[in-house]
């Protein structure tokens, strides 16, 4: 049985935590910021937890994790 590949681009933008959840970053915190609030665009710094309803496709794309 071959090796798995892993998704490159899956891989840079979710981590692992301790408990087994995938961490990823916010959208829309790249361009066009002058018209976003201050406290949003804080709010966009925070990670997010990857929604219960994608983490078996993440899992399947990120054998290794």
């Known amino acids: 049985m071959p090796k798995m590949?892993?998704?490159r681009s899956a891989a840079k933008?979710?981590?692992?935590?301790?408990?087994?959840?995938?961490?990823?970053?916010?959208?829309?915190?790249?361009?066009?910021?002058?018209?976003?609030t201050p406290k949003n665009k804080r709010n966009l710094r925070k990670p997010a937890m990857t929604d219960d309803t994608n983490?078996?496709?993440?899992?399947?794309?990120?054998?290794?994790l």
């Open 5 to 7: 590949k892993t998704s």
């Open 13 to 36: 933008r979710f981590k692992l935590t301790g408990t087994g959840k995938l961490k990823r970053s916010k959208a829309y915190k790249r361009h066009i910021l002058t018209k976003k």
């Open 55 to 64: 983490v078996k496709n993440m899992k399947k794309i990120l054998p290794y």
